[in-house]
């Protein structure tokens, strides 16, 4: 029998809240694993990044990885060198990305999808050779070290234990998820909608389809950026495989996971995901990868759409998970 269980707006406003106050918390349910919960909540945000880029505007892409290491080496490069106070930080690292997103944006947008595929690995690759090569800035393959992280508000100075950092991390990623939520919901992301449907019908009814597109690509790049940034800032290092094709494919993997063009797919997958890898890694030191392999073969097997897809169909239209 199916269940024909659907949700009220009510109910998933209910639902909105309880999931952020879930995640909050875990400060004090999960007091020895706030570093983890930090990066949850980082890759949830970069995830969230990657689907206004793939899931909503359609843009076929798998070198994110370029905005969220440019904004990780932008706050890092500024807290390195005198300048380390963490908000204003963040902004710099969010105006960087999205101009390195709207430049490479003329590149991505007009190519169709295999060219675009080819385009952002080759980016990717590029700025990660870059930065290798450029080891007296960046650190090379050692990683960018000594940053001094200013206190956030000059009050609150980030500890060993991560309980500054999770409350840093958790305040800047809602804000900037309640960001994305606005402007997917605005007649812009409305628009990215149709273009992703069909883009020449939206041409037909003269919509500036390109503009819009690019506008969506460096948006996506600065929420990206600001991710990164957070990252570094919480971790006070940044890695040179931040910006490898790695990275890249494991938030595609966390967002197709979570469900791509699903507003919570990125942070519902970012936390089943971490969460699971760390289970892993703990029980199976050695043959963890394959574990993870096993998990992510079925859960996209049995969840078409992701899990957000899976619960999708549950409660609203009734349709059972298979």
């Known amino acids: ?53 793939l899931g909503y505007a359609g843009i076929l892409t798998v070198g994110h990885a ?53 385009i952002t690995i080759g980016v990717c690759v590029l700025l ?23 206190p956030v508000l000059g009050l609150f100075e980030f500890d060993l234990f991560g309980k500054t950092a999770f409350g840093y991390a958790f305040v800047i990623v809602l804000l900037m998820f309640l960001l994305v939520r606005l402007v997917l919901r605005s007649p812009f992301g409305l628009a990215l909608r149709g273009i992703h449907d069909s883009r020449k019908r939206m041409l037909a009814i003269g919509s500036p389809v390109e503009a819009r597109l690019r506008m969506a690509y460096a948006f996506s790049a600065a929420v ?36 791509t063009g699903r507003l919570y797919g990125g942070m519902v997958g970012a936390i089943v995901y971490m969460l699971v890898h760390d289970w892993f890694a703990d029980m199976n030191p050695q043959y963890w990868m394959f574990w993870l392999g096993i998990f992510l073969i079925a859960a996209v097997m049995l969840g078409r759409g992701g899990i957000m897809g899976a619960l999708s169909r549950r409660f609203r239209t009734g349709e059972p998970t298979r």
């Open 1 to 53: 029998m199916k269940n024909t269980l659907k949700l009220t707006p009510q109910r998933q406003r209910a639902a909105e809240v309880a999931f952020w106050l879930a995640l909050a918390g875990s400060f004090f349910l999960l007091p020895d694993q706030l570093t983890l919960m930090s990066q949850i909540l980082i890759f949830g945000l970069f995830a969230v990044s990657l689907d206004m880029a």
């Open 128 to 150: 990660a050779e870059l930065a290798n090569r450029l080891s007296v800035i960046t650190g090379g393959t050692d990683g960018l070290q000594g940053m001094v992280v200013w």
């Open 224 to 259: 990206a950026g600001v991710a990164g940034a957070l990252l570094a800032q919480t971790t006070q290092f940044v890695g040179i495989e931040s910006i490898g094709f790695n990275r890249s494919a494991e938030v595609l993997i966390i967002l197709v996971l979570g469900g």
């Open 66 to 118: 370029a905005f969220f290491s440019a904004g990780a080496y932008v706050a890092g490069l500024l807290a390195k060198h005198g300048w380390g106070e963490p908000i204003s930080g963040l902004l710099v690292a969010l105006f960087a990305s999205a101009a390195l997103g709207y430049a490479l944006s003329y590149l991505v947008v007009r190519g169709a999808d295999l060219t675009r595929l080819m």
